[in-house]
């Protein structure tokens, strides 16, 4: 059955098989079992079969499906002209975002879930796959705060995902601009127009002339720049003209342009003689260029109907404006408390100054509008417009004509008896780069 030789054991069998009570030993630096059929190993707590190949079960790892927002999103304008809203967030505020589902139970380890905040621009089509401060912000729960101004009104994206952030949780969301209750489009077609012709800038029913007077110039001078910044203040709340920074009272961007808000600026209809519900409302356009330049400078002022006091644009007010929101170099303060003289002189010294390159603003009751005379002035009727030249002085029949801007159109040669100027007119501010 065996054969011994030195240094070397060789078994020929056509079976084996060895039974123990206790243990089998096999010891040796390499072993080899040949089996035609099979190979099996039995224990007490089983076997093994290795002629069997037993297929191993696979658990799928769990991904994001869904998120949700845990706190009630904000209306605002839906800015296509159609006097609807669309929920979004707001700047400045907190939102809380959870994972809402998993495509396989939750994960074991809610830090294997991160989080991401997709932003595209809404003037440039830009791109950004992450803005949170935190680029590695995780587990099961975000608590946002949507703090950047530059994201209002654009479209963003929460993500949240364990692999793969493109194909697991998304939430699309909406962030509105800062002016959230007024229309965008209704706004940028206002703009484009008053671009186009700065005539079109309107004061209605507030005391925001001076702001008028000074952007109609303005307009006129840097088309483009106040397009472009008005633009930019009504989606983020906020911009730098020269070096006059758009910082207004933040209650301006609460206002509602609705009749039903008898606050927003308005004309009011009348019936038997008594005010009724608001008829002719301040365009929207006016109000968040005049009243969000005003309050900048004048936090008090809320832009609401009937501030005239805090609306006011007194002369130290528009020196300011026209130093650093216009920009000019060379500005001198001609205005006066008294008024009453006869002006002739003061008129063909203003035409000068305007033949030369100079913008001229003159301060005025707005009884001269009316072709009254006004001995007595009233601060709350100081008035400002806009000197456009064309001074012919009639001494003959005792009128000045002149042409000039205010209330949203370009009076061209306008006649005053010389009586109602001389005793409406408080002087004037020139300036120019």
Known sequence: MGVDQKGKIQIFAKNIRGNANGGILEESRFTRNVAGGRQV????????????????????????????????????????????????????????????????????????????????????????????QNKDCRGAQLNLNFSAADCCGSDMEVRAFIENADSEGKLPVFMHNRFRWFDKTTYIKGLTARRDDPSKIDQQSTSLCGTAALLYFFAQQYKAEFFEHYKEFFRTGTGTINNFKLDPNPDLFEMQPIESNTDYPHYSKYSDGKPCVPHILMHITDWIVLAGTRSTD??????????????????????????????????????????????ADTLTEIQTLYNEGWHIVLMIDSDMLDDSISYLGCITNYHWVSYEGDLVIDEKNNKYQFSYFCWHQLFKSKSFRSIVFNTNFYGYIKFKK
């Open 41 to 132: 190993q039995n224990g007490k707590g089983g076997g093994v079969n290795h002629d069997v190949n037993q297929s191993r079960t696979i658990v799928e790892e769990t991904r994001v499906k869904s998120i949700e927002c845990l706190d009630k999103l904000d209306e605002g304008s839906k800015n296509d002209e159609s006097g609807t809203n669309q929920e979004g967030v707001l700047y400045g505020k907190v939102y809380r975002f959870k994972v809402k589902e998993f495509t396989n139970g939750e994960p074991k380890n809610p830090n294997s879930i991160r989080w991401v905040l997709k932003f595209t621009h809404p003037n440039t089509g830009v791109v950004t796959e992450n803005i949170l």
């Open 298 to 343: 004048n936090k008090s002022y809320e832009g609401k109907n009937g501030e005239n006091w805090d609306a006011i644009n007194w002369c130290d007010y528009m020196v300011s404006a026209i130093r650093n929101l216009y920009g000019a170099t060379q500005v001198e303060d001609k205005t006066s408390i008294i008024t009453g003289f006869n002006y």
